[in-house]
């Protein structure tokens, strides 16, 4: 493997054009490929899980499942409802619905309690998460019937307008933190590198790495559907990566550059560079999608289009860190050789300096603790990171559902409106049966008396207010109980309800019949057994990941001690970083200060996405700066200085890449979403103290303290690669090698 890279750079530099266009080319066909095939979305089937998913299914057998509903309000602009102005303006939505192809059924109008509001409902064709795509035009229908009746306020609301206005406010944010990130990133690198083309490399590489990804997932979703959050995932993840290669690859062939003195060609450096650097993101790469892999043991369509969307921008990520990369460098270097040699080498010089003389003086101050006082410098940042872990022990997880939305959203005001007036629909909880149909009588009496039981409860209080709905399938199989609660689905009454209703009255009543099998589900149950999913896979993919972890840093340093102490410290990384997220996020006092309403819990999916993602990105600085010091140890350097040079030298570029991935992942923090809000939050913190506390302090301290330990068994030194000399004469080039 370690020969690959560089047989791969080679070919690159010496047909530089070919390459160049080829991944251009490559580039093009992905994205051409993807959008001609399109996206395979998940459906319904593709999110149940536990007893609701269970219950879902049994429905769906029937053709008894949800169906995609949106809500009508009419109410007056002022004063009280003029009730036959409003009953003309329900008749005037009822009949604009009605010829519309997309609308299956609009029932009668029903007044509110308080007789101020009127609501019509519309339900649409097709499956339930069709109707985002479908509600277009009876949003416009809507528009129309309202400019028909300016004396009142027609307005549109339900689960397909509400995912239609998520997902255009996604779109917005997306392109917000592209603006806030991109130049940040060029700025960062113009710093590294003080050259505008240099800088742009990255970048570039880094966005058609991206585009051509998006065209890949498009024609993987056909194997691994796309829960919609793949795209979310390809852009936050391939920025920071993509970025992040280039860049490790960039600075390592710019150190080869200075240390040859102007001897190499730019050939013979791109070689130097990917027996180095390019073996470091390969192995960085895998690592990556190794650990990005483990998310697809939950078993959860969205884990799964997270893992899909991670591990295509990486592996594509890596591919053009290999490839284009070094045609573009050689490419770039002979232009610079023929416009001013000397001057070029001048300049190269003194880059030298700046990037081998030492870390700077930042991280120099930072690094010096653990160089002078290893185990005071070890015990102290250790209990830092345990200290800032600690709040992770208090750690609740919920499935943010829709009450967490935005408000920005027109269709979320809209349905505060709706279930104020109308607080019947705020949450409802569903009892499928699967019976003989020689049962059906039987079913119906059965499901009748929990009806009437659930009226009588406390926690079902005001649940009178709107009738059960009791539905049979054609053959009298399968019978749906609809029940309503008029309290928010992660509301602690809501939840309650839910648990009185599995554990009291379906035992007492349906549950009871011999032969009939029952299960509940609704707005709660969906996202109390979501939950409960993740809560049961977490152990089994954590278990892995750490494993996975052990032996890809045993596979890459041939040291066990190694593969511990990485575990180790990606563990502190996480830990830290989940309980800064628990002390932000779970309060109160931060909602000002980020612009979110708190949850009072951490997203159900942030903990496990932190730590499979975290634990692959930190073994790029794990793999970059061991490998310096590994370079340094088989090169016969004593174990001590080999530490205190290899994260010297691989301090700036660590500490560029950082930066990056901080801006990238920190732009999430602006999104609208509260859970997008909260992953970006995570990675950017976690991020930061493991470029900071566990790179410059943790980790140094560590290997000085166990010196040769760290190595064992003993590394077997290695010559420097020899590249084939390019336009320099081979004796030049020997020289600058063994030099």
């Known amino acids: 493997m370690s020969q690959l890279p560089v047989r ?81 303006a329900a008749q005037d939505v009822t009949a604009r619905m009605r010829a519309l192809p997309e609308v299956a059924e609009v029932a009668d109008p029903v007044r509110s309690q308080d007789g101020e509001s009127l609501r019509v409902s519309v339900v649409l064709k097709g499956p339930e998460l069709h109707g985002r795509k479908n509600v277009a035009p009876l949003l416009d229908r809507t528009a129309q019937a309202q400019a028909a009746h300016p004396g009142l306020i027609v307005e549109e609301t339900g689960s397909p307008s509400i995912s239609k206005g998520v997902n255009e406010q996604r779109g917005a944010d997306l392109a917000l933190s592209e603006r806030l990130t991109l130049p940040v990133t060029l700025v960062t690198l113009l710093l590294v590198f003080g050259s505008i083309v240099m800088a742009c490399v990255p970048l570039l590489l880094a966005l058609s790495s991206i585009a051509a990804a998006l065209g890949l997932s498009m024609l993987v979703s056909h194997l691994v ?84 969307g991670t591990i295509l921008v990486v592996a594509v990520a890596v591919a053009s860190s ?54 005071l410098t070890l015990g102290l940042s250790t209990l830092l990171m345990l200290g800032l872990a600690a709040p992770a022990l208090g750690l609740r997880l919920v499935d943010p559902g829709k009450d967490t939305f935005s408000r920005d959203i027109p269709a979320m005001r809209v349905h505060d409106r709706l279930t104020h007036a109308f607080p019947e629909l705020l949450t409802r909880h569903e009892v499928v049966t699967r019976a003989a149909p020689d049962q059906t009588a039987e079913v119906k009496r059965a499901l009748t008396d929990l009806a009437r039981r659930a009226q009588a409860d406390p926690l079902f209080a005001g649940a009178a207010t709107a009738e059960p709905v009791l539905r049979t399938s054609a053959d009298g199989r399968i019978t749906v109980l609809e029940l309503a609660v008029p309290f928010p689905a992660s509301s602690a009454r809501a939840i309650a309800s839910l648990d ?26 969906r996202g109390r057994d979501y939950v409960a999913h993740e809560r049961e896979t977490l152990p089994l993919v954590i278990g892995l990941l750490l494993l996975a972890t052990f032996l890809m840093t045993l596979w890459a340093f041939r040291s066990p001690v190694l593969g511990l102490l990485g575990v180790v410290l990606n563990l502190l990384s996480a830990a830290a970083s989940l309980g800064l997220l628990v002390v932000v996020f779970q309060g109160t006092w931060a909602e000002g200060l980020l612009g ?9 999916r942030v903990p ?99 010196r040769d330990t760290a190595w064992w068994p003993p590394q077997r030194p290695r010559p420097r690669p020899r590249p084939r000399p390019g336009s320099r004469s081979g004796s030049h080039a020997q020289q600058a090698i063994v030099g």
């Not at 996206?39 to 149940?48: G, N």
């Not at 019949?513 to 149950?525: F, N, P, W």
């Open 8 to 88: 791969v750079a080679r070919w690159s530099a010496r047909h530089a054009r070919t390459a160049i266009a080829g991944w251009f080319a490559f580039v093009v066909l992905c994205l051409g490929a993807g959008i001609a095939v399109g996206t395979h979305e998940a459906t319904s089937e593709d999110y149940r899980v536990g007893e609701a998913g269970r219950a879902e299914a049994i429905a769906a057998q029937g053709g008894l499942e949800r169906k995609p509903v949106e809500h009508i309000l009419i109410r007056p602009a002022s004063g009280r409802l003029d009730v036959t102005a409003a009953t003309a």
């Open 596 to 604: 979110f309403d708190s949850l009072g819990a951490i997203a159900s």
């Open 608 to 706: 496990l996405f932190l730590f499979v993602i975290l634990f692959g990105l930190s073994m790029d600085y794990q793999v970059f700066v061991v490998s310096r010091i590994q370079e340094s140890v088989r090169a016969g350097m004593p174990a001590r200085e080999a530490v205190l040079a290899g994260i010297g030298r691989s301090a700036r570029v660590v500490t560029s890449a950082a930066v990056v991935m901080v801006t990238v992942f920190g732009a999430f923090v602006a999104l609208h979403l509260t859970e997008m809000k909260q992953m970006g939050f995570c990675l950017a913190v976690a991020v930061l103290l493991d470029a900071v506390v566990v790179r410059l302090m943790v980790l140094p301290s560590a290997l000085l303290l166990l």
């Open 225 to 308: 559907p796309d829960a919609g959050v793949g795209t979310n995932m390809i852009l936050l993840i391939g920025l920071a990566v993509g970025v992040d290669y280039t860049l490790f690859h960039l600075e390592r062939e710019r150190e080869e550059r200075a240390r040859s003195g102007g001897r190499l060609a730019p050939e013979a450096l791109v070689e130097l560079a990917a027996a180095t650097a390019g073996r470091a993101v390969v192995v960085s790469g895998l690592a990556v999608i190794v650990s990005t892999a483990t998310l697809y043991l939950a078993s959860d369509v969205i884990f799964s289009s997270l893992a899909t």
């Open 500 to 525: 009185h209703l599995r554990r009291t009255h379906l035992p007492a009543t349906v549950g009871s019949l011999a032969g009939a099998e029952s299960a509940v589900s609704g707005d709660v149950a």
């Open 322 to 375: 290999l490839t284009v990369l070094p045609a573009l460098l050689v490419t770039i270097g002979r232009r610079a050789e023929r416009r001013a040699e000397r001057r070029a080498e001048r300049r190269t010089k003194g880059r030298a300096r700046r990037t081998t003389d030492g870390p700077g003086r930042i991280v120099g101050a930072l690094l010096r603790p653990a160089q002078r006082h290893p185990a």
